[in-house]
């Protein structure tokens, strides 16, 4: 079993930043994959950035690219969101998700096994 548990969020001006946290515990494996996804009210949930421990690859949406960077530190077992130049299209409920086959470009919600528990961004205009 893995628990994943996320910090971070809150509310930010058009054009801010913010940083979301996120680390897995107990049975962690050492193929491990992490991802980001984000949940807007109405929208179905989709796939923001993911990192996988083996080889490090990064995959990102592409409506994220050149403004959200997803980093671990393997120490920790840890994977952070830093996420610069937001819109208040990025409003969303962003969730912290693992699994544990670490293949490279994992996109959708089933492909993932564990979840945290989702924190709010908000972004104002």
């Known amino acids: 079993q893995v628990h994943v548990t996320q910090s971070g969020g809150g509310v930010v001006q058009a054009g801010g930043s913010l940083r979301l946290s996120c680390v897995a515990s107990g049975r962690v494996f050492s193929s491990l994959g992490m991802a980001w996804f984000r949940q807007a009210p109405g929208k179905e949930r989709e796939f923001v950035a993911s990192?996988?421990?083996?080889?490090?690859?990064?995959n990102y949406a592409e409506f994220v690219k050149g403004r959200f960077l997803i980093s671990r530190d393997s120490a920790e077992n840890s994977v952070y969101l830093q996420m610069d130049k937001l819109q208040p299209e990025d409003t969303a409920v962003y969730y912290c998700a693992a699994e544990v086959t670490g293949f490279a470009g994992l996109t959708q919600p089933l492909e993932y096994d564990y979840w945290g528990q989702g924190t709010q961004v908000t972004v104002s205009s």
């Open positions: 990192f996988t421990w083996t080889g490090g690859m990064t």
